[in-house]
């Protein structure tokens, strides 16, 4: 090869590492809203503009690449991470403008991704206080392949809303979280209040939605809920029963729904620390 052509490519490359390297700022998102930086959104942690690659790396176990096949439906369609991720994002996107007038969400932003963790047989999903949302493929794919009758969008809806339910916790300074972090208590309290939360942000991103097409696509939360509940009554890591699960995210849906038509009418907004004290207060009472 032409001497002059590989300076001109090695130039190219290092200069592209170096912007690359001068772009990346290695925060994570809860860094870079405490460094008054202005990010907001929820953006695939792939995208290098939105989520640093060093924070990344450095924060997502076993990550999952972006064309990675998640399913393959029986029309021969298939989904990909990168498809599923936009999903995600739409999700959460459209509740934080729900929640833009909320002084807790402002400014915030969180990085989502698929990996793959190796201590669960059938998948997991965490969401960190680091700012970001991880879910194992697999357990995607286990909620592709709940039966028909047992599953509508809102499976994935309830599941990405319950893990940013936990953002939400993280960015109000949620009592029950710090108690389950101290070791005061097990998981079950703050997760059943993630569920609660995600049935109330279901009902408020869906406040136009008829009550027959709401009990329709609610479903779905029954589907996940059921899914996704577990007897480890006694274990750290307890969810809620699957009735329990089931329940809380039904009292957070009608609690939007006591108060639609006032939200309608611009007469109230209720904020993402208003829902969690309401949901928090139901979860330890029962
Ligand atoms: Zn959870």
Redesign the pocket.
């Known amino acids: 090869m032409n001497k002059a052509l590989v300076m001109i490519i090695a130039f190219l490359f290092s200069f592209s590492a170096f912007a690359l390297g001068a772009l990346d700022d290695g925060l994570t998102p809860a860094q870079r809203y405490s460094a008054g930086l202005m990010f907001s959104g929820a953006h695939d942690s792939q995208e290098l503009l939105y989520c640093s690659p060093a924070a990344r790396a450095a924060n997502i176990p076993k990550a999952i690449d972006n064309e990675v096949v998640l399913h393959v439906f029986p029309n021969g369609g298939s989904i990909v991470v990168k498809d599923q991720l936009v999903q995600i994002n739409k999700i959460i996107n459209s509740t934080l403008s729900t929640l833009s007038s909320d002084s807790a969400v402002k400014n915030r932003s969180v990085c989502t991704g698929f990996y793959f963790e190796e201590s669960s047989h059938v998948g997991n999903a965490l969401?960190m206080g680091e700012g970001y949302l991880i879910f194992d493929y697999r357990l995607f794919q286990f909620l592709y392949a709940l039966p028909d009758e047992k599953r509508s969008s809102w499976v994935y809806e309830f599941l990405v809303l319950?893990?940013f339910a936990?953002q939400l916790q993280y960015w109000n300074n949620d009592i029950e979280v710090s108690k389950t972090l101290n070791r005061l208590q097990n998981s079950r309290t703050p997760?059943l209040a993630?569920d609660c939360t995600a049935g109330a942000l279901l009902r408020l991103n869906n406040l136009n939605l008829s009550p027959i097409l709401y009990a329709v696509s609610f479903r779905g939360v029954q589907g996940a809920a059921e899914a996704l509940g577990d007897y480890k009554k006694t274990a750290d890591d307890h969810?809620g029963t699957p009735a329990e699960r089931l329940a809380a995210a039904t009292y957070g849906s009608q609690l939007i729904q006591q108060m639609r038509v006032s939200i309608l009418m611009g007469l109230t907004q209720p904020t993402s620390s208003d829902i969690l004290k309401s949901c928090n207060a139901y979860v330890t009472s029962h």
């Open positions: 969401s319950h893990e936990h997760e993630a969810h």
